[in-house]
C-alpha cells in the first residue's frame, strides 16, 4: 500500500517545528520539508528527531548547488543517530534562477553536478575511505559515524527520473500530474535501473492539499500557496510535456489546478488522493497542504494534519 504523508511550509523553523511534532502526535506518517528561502529543513530536523517519537522525516529536498557532498553526508549520518531508520534524504540542483540569483552560482549541467554529489554522499555514509576525483568535485576523506540513509533526489523531466534509477534510492517529484507520472517518470526510472543491473526505486509523487468544496476557495488558496510554478522554467517545461501547453503563459489554468490539487470535502478529498495514486503509480504520495484563506492557519493545518493520518 502507498504511505501518505504531509509536507508543512510554516514561515519560520520554531513553527515548522510545531508542525512536526503536532503531525507525530496525529499519527502522520511522515513529512517532508523543502529547504529555500524559509527554515533549513536539515536544522530543523535535528530538533525534530530528538522530540517526535515515530514519525518519518524527509527532505525535498536539499539544494545541491551551494552545498558540499561531505558537509551533506555528515549532516544525514547525525541525523540518522538521532532518529533511527526515520530520516530520508532527498537532494536536487534546485533552479537556475534561485542557484545563479540567491548564491552568485553557476547553474551550469546540473544532473552531472547532482550524479555527482549523490556518488560522494552515498560512498560516504558506508564510513569507507572515500577517494572521490570528478569534474566537479574531488572529495579524500572519510565519516566517523556513517549512516544508514535513503538518498533520492528531485525529479521533474525524463532525464532526471532515468538518473534517479541509475543512481539514487527514490526519485522526489513535485506538482507533477499523475497521468504524467505513469506514461514518462516510471519507464525512465525503469530504464535507469535496469542500465545498473538495479532494483526500480520508488517514485515519490506530490500534490497540493485544499480540504474544501468551494472552487473560489481552491483557486484564492493557490494564487497564494502555488503562484510561483510556472514563472519556473523547469516547471514550465513539464507541464507542457505533461500535455498543458498554457503553462507557457505563467499562469495556472484550471486543468492545471486540477491535475495536481486534491481539494474538496474529506470524503471527496480522500477519493482525489486514492485516483492520484492508482494513475501514477507511485509508492508514496506527499501532500503539501494549503490552508483556505478565511481559516486560522494553525486551525486549516492542524485539521489537514490529521485527514492525513486518518487515510
Known sequence: MAVVGAAVHEPSARDALRAIQEADRLGVPEVWLTTGAAADALVVFAAAAVTTGTIRLGTAIVPTFPRH??????????????????????????????????????????????????????????????????????????????????????????????????????????????????????????????????????????????LTSDRATVREAASRGMAGYPRLPNYVAMFEAAGFPEARQGAWSDPMLDAVLVWGAEQQAAEAVHRFLDTSGAQRLILSILSPPREDREDATRRALQWVAAL
Open 69 to 210: 557532498p561531505l558537509v551533506v553526508a555528515q549532516q544525514a549520518a547525525d541525523l540518522a543517530q538521532l532518529a533511527p531508520g526515520r530520516f530520508t534524504l532527498g537532494l536536487g540542483p534546485s533552479h537556475g534562477g534561485s542557484v545563479e540569483g540567491r548564491y552568485g552560482l553557476s547553474y551550469h549541467r546540473p544532473l552531472e553536478q547532482l550524479r555527482e554529489f549523490v556518488s560522494v554522499v552515498k560512498g560516504a555514509l558506508t564510513g569507507e575511505q572515500l577517494d572521490f576525483e570528478g569534474r566537479r568535485f574531488t572529495v579524500h576523506g572519510r565519516l566517523a559515524h556513517p549512516g544508514d540513509v535513503p538518498v533520492m533526489i528531485s525529479a521533474l523531466r525524463e532525464g532526471s527520473f532515468q538518473l534517479a534509477g541509475e543512481v539514487a534510492d527514490g526519485a522526489i517529484t513535485w506538482v507533477c500530474p499523475a497521468p504524467y507520472l505513469r506514461r514518462v517518470a516510471l519507464p525512465a526510472l525503469e530504464r535507469g535501473a535496469a542500465m545498473q543491473s538495479r532494483p526500480v526505486p520508488p517514485l515519490v509523487a506530490h500534490a497540493f492539499l485544499c
